[in-house]
C-alpha cells in the first residue's frame, strides 16, 4: 500500500544550503506534493541531518532509484522565495564570476529568509456578533471586565491590537476567552510589515510631488522609452545627460509607465545612503500613482525587514524595489524595468565572493525577463559607451541642464606655479580661498572635495628620508591630528605619532601631503565664523550620522562641506556655487589602466554638484598636472571626445573593454611559496588555454603585502570569460594548496591595487 502511495509522490530537485554544489533528488508525499513549486525553500534530510534548500525542480528524473529517495521533511513558506528568472540568474553568476553555488544563494536571499524566519504575526481583535439588552445588563452584573472589553471595541472603527487591548484594560485570558466563546468578539491574524516600506533615508527627503513640465529633450527621452516598453522584450537605453540635466524624471516617467502597465521596477542606485532625495521623489510619486508599495533595500535593514521587504515582493505586494547593488536580486514580480542610475560608479562591483558587478547583473536579468534596462550617467563606463558605438545599446541624450541653467565655470589651477609664488607647500590655492570668502559672504554654500582620509597622506624624516610603513600592509600609515596617531587605512592597525624619526632619532619629521582633516583644519583659519563639516570614513562612525548632515547643509546650517568621495554623487542642493577639488591628479597615479577614465568621471561628476539652482555655480581644479588630457577634457565638458580618445588607447593595448580580464589574486604571509603557487598556476593555465588566454604574471600586486599576508597576481586576457573561468576553477580543484595560501579569482575587475 505504501509503495502505490509513494508512486503518486512528485520528484523534486533541490540545491541544498549544505557547503557542497550538488543537486539532490527528494520525493515529496501527499499535500506537500500538491504544494511545492519550483523556488521554493525546503527542508531536507542529508545523512542524519536536515537542511534548507531550493527546489529548483518538479517532475525531475531521480538521479538514484525511486525507492531510496528520502522524503521533503518541511515546506518553509507557501510561497516560492525565488522565481524561475532568478534561479538562471544564479546559475549564470556561478559560471560567469567563477562562484559557488551556495555562495552565490548566500548573497541573492537574505540570512533571515534562508534561515526560514517566519513573518511576525499579529492578532487583530473587532466585535463579533452584537449583545442583546439582556445579555449586556448580565456582562454588567456578573462580568464587568467583560462588558468594559465589549464596550471597547463597540466604539473601534477598525480592528485592534490584541495585545494592546490586553495591556490597555488589563485583561486576562479567561475574561477574553469568554467572549470570545460566546461570539461577541471575533479575531484575525495579519503578518504585521516591520518597515518594509518605511525608511529614514525617505522621510527625511520627503519631496512633495509638483507637476514636471518636460523640456524638448526629456520628453524626446521618455517618448523613446515609452515605445520600447509598448514593443515588449529586452532592450538597453543609456540615458547619457550632463549632470543636472533631469535625468531622475525621466527614470521617474519610465517607471510610471511601467507600472501602469502592471510591471514590476528595479531601481538601483550606487549607494542608498547617499540618495535621499531620490527616494524621497519615487515615494512622491507613487503617492500621485495610488496604492503601489516600493522596498528600500539597504545594509541597515534588520533581520525582520528585510524578510518583510522580501515577502512583499516575491508576493506582489511590492512593486518597486530601490536600493544598492544586492537590491538587483530583489524578487520581484513581472519586473518590466530595470534602472541603473549612475551605471559608471564603482561602487556596484562586489569586492567579496562572488564578485559580481550589479550593473553587468541587472541588463543580465533584464535579458532574463525581457525588461527594459536604462543606464544613466553623465560618464559612462568606456564599456557602455562602446556598446553603444557597435549598436547593442540605444542611447538618449540630454546635453542640457533643465530650466536652462548654465554648466559651471571650471578654473584650472596649476600648483606648480603656486608654490613657485607662495614658496612653500600649499592645501589651498589664492583663487580657492578667494571665491571660498565670497560664498561665505553671500550666504551660499561650497564642497570642497579630496579623496584622502587623515591629515597628511604619510609621516617623512627630512633627514634620513624614512616614511614609517605599517608592518603588516605595504603601504604608509596615514597621520590623524585629532587624536594624534598613524592609522593604517588597509587593515586598521593604529600606533602613537612619534616625536622624533624612529629610524635616526631626528626631530625633523614632516608630514607629507594631505587628507581631509587638514583641509578642514585650514578652512577653519580662513573662514573662522563659518561652519565647516568634514565627511569622511573617520567621522561618519555612527549611524544616521550622514544624513543628519546632509539635512543641515539642504536648511543651510552648514556653510561648507570637506570631504572624499562619499560626497561626489547624490548631492543636488541648489544653494551650492562653489565646488573645491583640491588634488584632482590624485587617481592618475595609480597603476590601473582605468586610472584616466576614474579621474575623469571624479572631475566631472563633483563639479556638477555646483550651480544646480537658479545661481550659478563654479569650479576650482588644482592640480599638478593641469594639461592631463583627463583634465583638459573635463574643463571643456567634452565627454564624448574623452571616451573616443580613451577607447582608443585601450584597442592600441587591448585592454578591456576590448578584450576581457580575469584577474588571480593568490595571498600567503610566505612570499616565496605565494609566488611559486602563482607561477605554477600560470603555467597550467598556459598549457590548457594556449591561444585562447594571454597572460600576464605572476608579478607582485600593486601593494604587495595587506595584513601579514604578500600577495601575487596573474592577468588572463580573454574573449569569452565563461569558459575560461570554468577551466581556471577546474586548475584550482586539481591543485593542493597550501592551508596558507588563497587564491580569488575576479572577472571584470574594477580595482587592480
Not at 190 to 196: P, T, V, Y
Not at 503 to 522: D, L, V
Request: hydrophobic residues 40%; glycine residues 6%.
Amino acid at each position: 500500500m505504501e509503495s502505490d502511495l509513494a508512486l503518486h509522490d512528485e520528484v523534486v530537485a533541490v540545491w541544498p544550503l549544505a557547503g557542497f554544489d550538488k543537486t539532490l533528488h527528494y520525493r515529496a508525499s501527499g499535500k506537500l506534493a500538491e504544494t511545492v513549486a519550483e523556488g521554493c525553500l525546503v527542508r531536507v534530510p542529508i545523512g542524519p541531518r536536515f537542511v534548507l534548500g531550493i527546489v529548483v525542480g518538479t517532475g525531475a528524473t531521480a538521479d538514484v532509484d525511486y525507492s531510496k529517495l528520502k522524503l521533503v521533511s518541511q515546506l518553509c513558506y507557501d510561497e516560492p522565495i525565488l522565481n524561475r528568472e532568478l534561479l538562471e540568474l544564479a546559475d549564470w553568476i556561478c559560471s560567469y564570476y567563477g562562484s559557488s553555488r551556495e555562495s552565490v544563494l548566500e548573497t541573492m536571499i537574505p540570512a533571515s529568509v534562508r534561515r526560514g524566519m517566519t513573518p511576525k504575526k499579529v492578532r487583530f481583535v473587532s466585535l463579533g456578533r452584537e449583545a442583546s439588552d439582556e445579555e449586556l445588563e448580565r456582562l454588567e452584573r456578573r462580568a464587568p471586565k467583560q462588558k468594559a472589553l465589549y464596550d471597547f471595541l463597540s466604539q473601534q472603527i477598525r480592528p485592534q491590537n490584541k495585545g494592546l487591548i490586553f495591556k490597555r484594560l488589563n485583561l486576562s485570558a479567561t475574561t477574553y476567552n469568554s467572549l470570545l466563546d460566546k461570539g461577541f468578539v471575533k479575531e484575525v491574524v495579519r503578518i504585521e510589515e516591520r518597515a518594509a516600506y518605511d525608511d529614514e533615508i525617505g522621510s527625511l527627503e520627503y519631496v512633495e510631488e509638483k507637476s514636471i513640465e518636460l523640456n524638448d529633450e526629456q520628453q524626446v527621452a521618455v517618448e523613446s522609452l515609452r515605445q520600447e516598453l509598448g514593443k515588449g522584450g529586452f532592450a538597453t537605453h543609456l540615458l547619457h545627460g550632463v549632470t543636472g540635466s533631469g535625468k531622475t524624471e525621466v527614470y521617474l516617467q519610465a517607471m510610471e509607465t511601467a507600472l501602469n502597465r502592471d510591471q514590476g521596477v528595479l531601481y538601483l542606485v550606487p549607494e542608498v545612503a547617499l540618495t535621499p532625495q531620490t527616494v524621497g521623489r519615487i515615494r512622491a510619486r507613487l503617492a500621485r500613482l495610488g496604492d503601489i508599495n516600493a522596498v528600500v533595500w539597504h545594509s541597515h535593514l534588520s533581520d525582520g525587514e528585510r524578510l518583510d521587504g522580501w515577502m512583499a515582493l516575491s508576493t506582489g505586494r511590492a512593486r518597486v524595489v530601490v536600493g544598492a547593488r544586492s537590491a538587483v536580486f530583489a524578487p520581484i514580480r513581472n519586473l518590466g524595468l530595470v534602472i541603473v542610475d549612475e551605471e559608471h560608479e564603482p561602487a556596484f562591483k562586489q569586492d567579496e565572493t562572488p564578485r559580481y558587478h550589479g550593473r553587468d547583473v541587472a541588463i543580465y536579468r533584464g535579458f532574463l525577463s525581457k525588461s527594459l534596462c536604462i543606464l544613466g550617467s553623465a560618464t559612462p563606463s568606456l564599456e557602455t559607451y562602446r556598446n553603444v558605438i557597435n549598436g547593442k545599446y540605444a542611447v538618449d541624450r540630454l546635453t542640457k541642464r533643465v530650466d536652462e541653467r548654465s554648466l559651471p565655470l571650471m578654473h584650472i589651477v596649476d600648483m606648480r606655479q603656486e608654490m613657485l609664488r607662495t614658496r612653500k607647500p600649499t592645501q589651498l590655492s589664492r583663487i580657492l580661498v578667494d571665491k571660498l570668502r565670497e560664498r561665505f559672504e553671500r550666504k551660499e554654500q561650497s564642497i570642497l572635495f579630496l579623496n584622502r582620509r587623515g591629515f597628511s597622506a604619510s609621516m617623512l624624516c627630512q633627514e634620513c628620508g624614512h616614511v614609517e610603513v605599517c608592518d603588516r600592509c605595504s603601504v604608509p600609515m596615514t597621520y590623524h591630528r585629532s587624536d594624534d596617531t598613524l592609522k593604517c587605512h588597509l587593515c586598521g592597525a593604529e600606533a602613537v605619532a612619534p616625536i622624533v624619526c624612529p629610524s635616526c632619532r631626528s626631530p625633523k619629521i614632516r608630514w607629507k601631503g594631505m587628507g581631509t582633516q587638514r583641509i578642514e583644519n585650514a578652512v577653519m583659519k580662513i573662514l573662522p565664523n563659518a561652519k565647516v563639516v568634514r565627511v569622511d570614513a573617520d567621522t561618519m562612525n555612527r549611524k544616521h550620522l550622514f544624513r543628519q548632515i546632509l539635512g543641515d547643509f539642504r536648511s543651510g546650517r552648514i556653510d561648507v562641506i570637506v570631504g572624499t568621495q562619499m560626497i561626489a554623487k547624490g548631492l543636488d542642493y541648489p544653494n551650492v556655487t562653489l565646488v573645491g577639488l583640491v588634488d584632482a591628479d590624485l587617481s592618475l597615479h595609480i597603476p590601473d589602466f582605468r586610472a584616466n577614465e576614474r579621474t575623469f568621471q571624479l572631475l566631472v561628476q563633483v563639479s556638477g554638484r555646483a550651480g544646480r539652482g537658479e545661481l550659478a555655480g563654479e569650479v576650482v581644479v588644482q592640480s599638478y598636472t593641469p594639461h592631463a588630457d583627463p583634465i583638459q577634457f573635463a574643463r571643456h565638458g567634452d565627454v564624448d571626445a574623452f571616451l573616443r580618445m580613451e577607447l582608443e588607447n585601450r584597442e592600441l593595448f587591448e585592454y578591456p573593454p576590448y578584450r576581457r580580464l580575469i584577474r588571480q589574486v593568490l595571498r600567503g604571509p610566505n612570499p616565496d611559496k605565494v609566488a611559486f603557487f602563482a607561477e605554477q598556476f600560470a603555467k597550467q593555465v598556459e598549457k590548457r588555454l594556449e591561444g585562447v588566454v594571454e597572460i600576464r604574471g605572476p608579478v607582485s600586486c600593486p601593494i604587495e603585502k595587506m595584513k601579514d599576508n604578500y600577495r601575487f597576481q596573474n592577468w588572463y586576457f580573454t574573449a569569452n570569460v565563461a569558459p575560461v573561468m570554468g577551466v581556471l576553477r577546474e586548475i584550482a580543484r586539481e591543485i593542493a594548496w597550501p592551508a596558507d595560501v588563497v587564491q580569488v579569482l575576479d572577472a571584470d575587475p574594477m580595482m587592480l591595487s
